[in-house]
């Protein structure tokens, strides 16, 4: 429920309408509460519009947002882009008014992302730059107390409230005539780097670590699939929505191409000066009996390499925020995060700021971990960007939203792909240490790419 008396639109557009001197031009967010709806079918719907379309959900607050449409859209290329992105959030933020008093996940949200390096430059990745974000013409939440409409737009003193409040009810038209009968794709073939290459590459890194350059290297593989007709993209969220209980899922929809990922990681979270981070790497598969899975469980909790490979991200993410804390929480051992097909070892940061920051303030100081990058920082990404065969481009990269409060979350964009058309680029990495054996690291990217291929309607390789 709102928290105030319910204002229509039209109200809400009045209020902030009787406001405004002659000329004067404002940015406002009006909000209704609206009946059910689901967020796969309304993402759907938009389908065959040329309308900008971001998905996100978080299970742990188990909330959707769907935006659609850009109302504006904030892009940078420059080297400082986190620092940029938060200006340009900051400044739409000063001009704008929220007509009424917004309950949580409702209001100006920006939804976006972010790639992996500071650069990006192959074809595969033209359309998409290292940071851009989209605050929705409209904006669907569905969380556990109700559906709610978020509009973001621009009015003036002369604006026709009411010819302005039924084109923002337009998509109610969109949703009706909802097709629900298209096919699903079926993969043709697939393609990866070659197990040679591969084994060269561990081989390659481990020397490197053995030399004391490197302590750890998160190194990727793309697989290129392609299928027997367009990707059907409703029915892949679809699936990943009723299998995936256990991870964010994410879409960033440039209509022909379609970034995805269904990612168990979060970089980052911030509520008022409350702060969460996650440590997230070290792999097993799971089993296929409960007997089975608990042996499993437990070699992943004393199994020296996996916890080696933790650790890196522990002791970073520890290094990276407590300076900026009033106090920090972080248990001595990791607990097990079990998905659907792989368990993780995992443990949680928590956090006091000692003043509010800005969440892009701390995605610069945390991007990449060492469960995406490695250990020295700047080493890890020279040994990736000069051994991976292929550009990571939005793989391993904050993802998320941020809002007007200055609340948002960011997740790491892992179990992803990139979808155009018929063809589909997915990645999956895993961490290099001493230890690390080329083949059991093979079989492990093998195991990350299952939840989105299945997803896709392939099977892994
Ligand atoms: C790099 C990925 O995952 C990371 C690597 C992990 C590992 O090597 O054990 C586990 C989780 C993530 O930190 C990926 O899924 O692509
Ligand atoms: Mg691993």
């Known amino acids: 429920m709102l928290k105030t008396k319910q204002l229509t639109i039209n109200e809400q557009l009045n209020k902030v309408k009787d406001q405004?001197?002659?000329?004067?031009?404002?940015?406002?967010?009006v909000i209704e509460e609206i009946n059910e709806i689901n967020p796969v079918d309304f993402f759907a719907a938009f389908e065959a519009t040329d309308m900008h379309r971001v998905f996100w959900k978080d299970v742990t607050e188990n909330i959707y947002f769907v935006g659609i449409g850009a109302h504006e859209k904030f892009q940078t290329n420059t080297q400082d882009r986190f620092q940029s992105?938060?200006?340009?959030?900051?400044?739409?933020?000063?001009?704008?008014?929220?007509?009424i008093d917004a309950v949580?996940?409702?209001?100006?949200?920006?939804?976006?992302?972010?790639?992996?390096?500071?650069?990006?430059?192959?074809?595969?990745?033209?359309?998409?730059?290292?940071?851009?974000?989209?605050?929705?013409?409209?904006?669907?939440?569905?969380?556990?107390?109700?559906?709610?409409?978020?509009?973001n737009l621009s009015i003036t003193s002369s604006t026709n409230v009411s010819r302005t409040v039924r084109e923002l009810k337009r998509w109610k038209h969109q949703i009706s005539g909802l097709n629900d009968n298209q096919d699903s794709q079926t993969v043709k073939s697939t393609k990866s780097l070659d197990y040679r290459n591969w084994n060269q590459l561990i081989l390659d890194a481990v020397e490197t670590i053995k030399s004391g350059k490197l302590g750890k290297v998160v190194l990727a593989r793309e697989l290129e699939a392609e299928f027997n007709q367009d990707i059907n993209l409703k029915e892949v969220l679809k699936r990943l929505d009723e299998d995936e209980t256990d991870s964010y899922i994410?879409?960033?929809?440039?209509?022909?191409?379609?970034?995805?990922?269904?990612?168990?990681?979060?970089?980052?979270?911030?509520?008022?000066?409350?702060?969460?981070?996650?440590?997230?790497?070290?792999t097993i598969s799971r089993g296929e009996t409960e007997e089975e899975d608990d042996v499993l469980a437990w070699s992943l909790l004393n199994d020296e390499k996996n916890l080696s490979e933790h650790q890196y991200v522990v002791n970073m993410i520890k290094e990276a925020i407590e300076p900026l804390t009033k106090s920090i929480s972080i248990p001595d051992k990791p607990?097990?995060?079990?998905?659907?097909?792989?368990?993780?070892?995992?443990?949680?940061?928590?956090?006091?700021?000692?003043?509010?920051?800005?969440?892009?303030?701390?995605?610069?100081?945390?991007?990449?971990?060492?469960?995406?990058?490695?250990?020295?920082r700047?080493?890890?990404?020279?040994?990736?960007?000069?051994?991976?065969?292929f550009e990571r481009g939005w793989y391993a990269a904050p993802i998320g939203w941020v809002d007007y409060q200055?609340?948002?979350?960011?997740?790491?964009?892992?179990?992803?792909?990139?979808?155009?058309k018929n063809e589909a680029t997915l990645f999956a990495g895993?961490?290099?240490v001493e230890e690390s054996d080329p083949e059991a690291e093979y079989e492990e990217t093998k195991l990350k790419f299952t939840p989105m291929l299945e997803a896709l309607g392939g099977v892994s390789r």
């Open 20 to 29: 405004l001197s002659d000329g004067e031009q404002k940015n406002v967010s």
């Open 85 to 99: 992105m938060k200006e340009q959030w900051d400044k739409y933020v000063q001009n704008v008014q929220v007509a």
């Open 104 to 151: 949580k996940g409702t209001g100006p949200i920006l939804l976006g992302g972010f790639s992996f390096n500071q650069n990006i430059s192959s074809e595969k990745w033209k359309k998409f730059r290292p940071g851009m974000m989209v605050l929705p013409e409209m904006m669907l939440t569905v969380n556990e107390e109700g559906c709610y409409m978020t509009y």
């Open 250 to 282: 994410y879409i960033f929809d440039l209509g022909q191409d379609s970034f995805i990922s269904v990612t168990p990681e979060r970089l980052v979270s911030v509520r008022e000066n409350e702060l969460l981070s996650t440590c997230l790497a070290g």
């Open 335 to 376: 607990v097990i995060y079990p998905l659907r097909s792989l368990q993780h070892l995992y443990t949680p940061v928590k956090a006091t700021m000692k003043e509010t920051i800005s969440i892009f303030d701390l995605i610069e100081k945390l991007h990449p971990t060492p469960a995406l990058g490695g250990e020295p």
């Open 378 to 389: 700047e080493l890890a990404m020279e040994f990736i960007s000069s051994h991976e065969p």
């Open 406 to 420: 200055g609340n948002g979350e960011f997740a790491v964009a892992i179990r992803s792909a990139l979808i155009s």
């Open 430 to 432: 895993c961490g290099i």
